[in-house]
């Protein structure tokens, strides 16, 4: 295991911030037995106790983030009380659990100032909130989504709650920047600032992003040079890491339960390393959650040893999730939670010995929060890392002779040695959420000016990618569908169907969410299931760890009802990872065209790496983007996903037959020299409007309103969203001149 330490520094000197905090804020400090302010708590205290300018907080999981926001604000409202009724800080935050984790933490710190602080999401009671609608005070906490339910349901009272506001504070920045959520969240945030009649101080939380100043931008639009940027610099912590190497034996047609030789020699390894302790083991699927928690459940059985291990995905119940919370904090028993990034965030789990990832990280800025977890309390970070590639048979293709995913999962681990992370995406016009805010618009006010409506939400407000004429297509899209009607006086007003669309629960998500069914044994909840899979009566499933059979399926009532059964596989789960960076692409050629063996990697991953490079070097990638496989060439350009599917598409308006194969794309029946031909083509073509490669795409509904637009915006909202021609174009040059040496 490679051991990587902190650069040795001076004791920190006296704290100046200390001396700026109320009185009962430094006591509260010191019945903590706090013997110093963090270095991000040091450098936001005097910011934000002026209170007229926006704070961006940038640092690693649980390094006080939340103290350093909430120590100035509290500091600020216990020595200026408000005048008048109202909220004087909202909180938000992606999570209800998380919501429900720091009401914990700041009540703590509040009860001692006497400051309220208020919970507001799908758990809380409706009685409850009417009382908090109808006398608004102190501190609340919600969902971005309970937000806009607010805006919809009770506009007219938004100015009597935003009246007293001092900050608005958001929890995990980095999870909504470049989503649509992220708009939802920029435009309730200037909705704020409209009914508040200011400009509202805007306290950013994140992890250390590759391109902070984008951040700003996403935390005030056309204003994020003014924002003061507060970077944590104390995550130089001592760090542990191994990556495990695994070979997939490939399956004989005549035996089922061959080849998963790989996930039970993972599963093998887990089970005797990590047994007797606070662990997190992340993977990359909903289903490898299901799948491993199964396998180390059994394991334990067959040992006659307590299970350990516990399931966390965003598909169980949240009575299992706040279970398996609840046994990573419970320091009497050990506890190893199987999650997926539903774990990344800062719920307060304590601390554990180490951090296991099983297959390639899904970004380096996802690895950076998931090893963050560990380490805590001035310990090591601790980090295995899992990786299995298959069996080399005179079957495989190209692209897995490469061993990417060993290949890759190194690429992310030097990035993050290198403190380089994933930059936010270019802004996007999001016209889905647009039309959530246009409807919305309109129920907060009972109608809306179409000159209005384009004023608060795009000139001014975060949609600024849309101008004019491009706001009058939408708006004549849904007019086409009875969203929205025009009134002789110009008033937006809802048409029938947007009526209906937004007095439904689930206006209020900004995203999309399948049909789900509940999973129900003896009464009990386990959690949810998407039905866009077959799942008859009697068909056997693992959920939640635990092998059981469908007894009956209601539809009407959305309920799948199981029993206890001994056989079981993982469901399907819809959804797709993030996109690879362009960077790590780039960083994963460097390894292969180097010879250094990283000291972290196990005999098997060396070998792994070994093969990928010998490959590398026979298929001759250092010369030539292009390699023969029967009758088809494999390309391998080596860029990011929004590169790959940009050349994708611009060689399929080509008339090629393009198929994805992990680094590689493969074109059916093209030779080696046609494929050069081709490339020298289109490099030397002008390259083409972004939408004439957008409507090739069949199917370019992505996100929840996208079904809403017409086929112009469709392709304009798809191809802002996955492709990138300036830096195809660039790749394709590159390779063209490549093909032809």
Not at 280 to 309: K, M, W
Not at 522 to 548: K, N, V, Y
Request: aromatic share 6%.
């Amino acid at each position: 295991m490679m051991t990587t330490s902190p650069p040795s520094g001076s004791e920190p000197a006296a704290s100046t911030a200390f001396e700026l905090l109320h009185p009962k804020v430094q006591r509260w400090i010191w019945q903590q037995e706090w013997l110093e302010l963090r270095d991000a708590q040091e450098a936001a205290t005097a910011p934000l106790l002026g209170g007229d300018i926006d704070v961006l907080i940038a640092a690693a999981t649980a390094s006080g983030k939340t103290e350093a926001a909430f120590l100035p604000i509290c500091s600020t409202l216990v020595g200026n009380p408000p005048e008048r009724p109202g909220f004087s800080v909202v909180y938000i935050s992606p999570l209800k659990a998380l919501i429900n984790d720091q009401y914990g933490r700041l009540d703590q710190l509040c009860e001692h100032l006497e400051i309220p602080v208020a919970r507001w999401h799908g758990d809380v009671g409706g009685d409850r909130k009417r009382k908090l609608v109808d006398h608004p005070e102190g501190i609340l906490l919600i969902t971005p989504e309970s937000l806009e339910a607010l805006f919809v349901t009770r506009g007219w009272k938004m100015s009597h709650i935003a009246k007293a506001l001092r900050y608005v504070v958001i929890d995990e920045l980095h999870s909504f920047i470049g989503t649509e959520r992220g708009a939802q969240l920029q435009s309730l945030m200037h909705r704020l600032d409209l009914a508040a009649h200011r400009h509202l101080p805007r306290v950013g939380l994140s992890a250390t992003l590759g391109d902070m100043d984008a951040a700003a931008e996403f935390l005030r639009p056309g204003g994020g040079r003014r924002v003061r940027l507060v970077v944590s610099e104390a995550d130089g912590q001592e760090l542990r890491l191994r990556v495990h190497g695994y070979v997939e034996t490939a399956p004989d047609p005549e035996d089922e339960e061959t080849g998963d030789s790989g996930r039970l020699a993972i599963a093998e390894d887990l089970f005797a390393t990590l047994r007797g302790s606070h662990n997190l083991i992340f993977t990359n699927s909903r289903n490898a959650v299901e799948h491993y928690t199964d396998l180390l459940a059994r394991r334990c059985q067959e040992s006659g040893v307590p299970n350990e291990f516990v399931p966390h995905h965003g598909n169980l119940s949240k009575d299992i999730r706040e279970d398996t919370e609840s046994r990573l904090k419970d320091r009497s028993r050990p506890a190893i939670a199987i999650c997926t990034s539903t774990l990344e965030m800062g719920i307060d789990i304590g601390s554990v010995a180490s951090v296991a990832q099983v297959g390639a990280p899904p970004g380096v800025a996802a690895l950076r929060q998931r090893l963050g977890r560990s380490g805590r309390r001035g310990g090591p970070a601790v980090l295995r890392l899992y990786v299995s590639e298959p069996e080399v048979t005179v079957a495989t293709p190209p692209a897995e002779e490469l061993r990417a995913q060993l290949v890759q999962a190194v690429a992310s681990i030097e990035l993050l040695l290198a403190r380089w992370y994933e930059p936010p995406r270019p802004a996007a016009p999001h016209l889905s959420t647009l039309i959530q805010q246009v409807l919305s618009l309109i129920a907060q006010h009972g109608g809306v000016t179409p000159k209005d409506a384009h004023r608060t939400l795009c000139v001014e407000g975060p949609f600024r990618a849309v101008d004019a004429p491009t706001f009058a297509a939408l708006l004549r899209d849904l007019g086409s569908r009875d969203l929205v009607r025009q009134e002789s006086d110009g008033l937006l007003i809802h048409g029938q169907v947007g009526e209906r669309l937004v007095n439904h629960y689930t206006f209020y998500a900004a995203f999309a969410s399948p049909i789900e069914y509940r999973v129900v044994t003896a009464g009990r909840t386990l959690g949810t299931l998407p039905m866009e899979q077959p799942l008859p009566e009697g068909a056997l499933l693992i959920f939640a760890g635990r092998r059981w059979q469908v007894v009956r399926i209601d539809t009407q009532a959305k309920v799948i009802e199981v029993a206890r059964s001994s056989g079981g596989r993982p469901p399907r789960f819809t959804g797709a990872g993030p996109d690879v960076h362009d960077r790590v692409r780039v960083e994963m050629r460097r390894i292969y065209e180097d010879s250094a063996v990283p000291v972290y990697l196990d005999t098997t991953a060396q070998t792994l790496l070994g093969e990928g490079r010998d490959a590398y070097r026979r298929f001759r990638l250092r010369e030539t983007p292009l390699v023969r496989w029967g009758n088809d060439t494999v390309l391998f350009p080596f860029g990011g996903d929004v590169i790959m599917t940009t050349i994708a598409l611009s060689l399929l308006a080509e008339g090629v037959a393009v198929e994805r194969q992990g680094v590689g794309l493969l074109l059916a029946g093209v030779s080696l020299g046609e494929t050069g031909d081709l490339l020298e083509k289109l490099a030397a073509d002008a390259p083409p409007e972004i939408d004439t490669l957008a409507r090739l795409v069949p199917d370019k509904r992505v996100e929840k309103y996208d079904g809403l637009l017409g086929e112009q915006l469709l392709a304009r909202a798809y191809a802002a969203r996955s492709l990138d021609i300036p830096a195809a174009w660039q790749a394709l040059r590159a390779l063209a001149a490549a093909a032809t040496v």
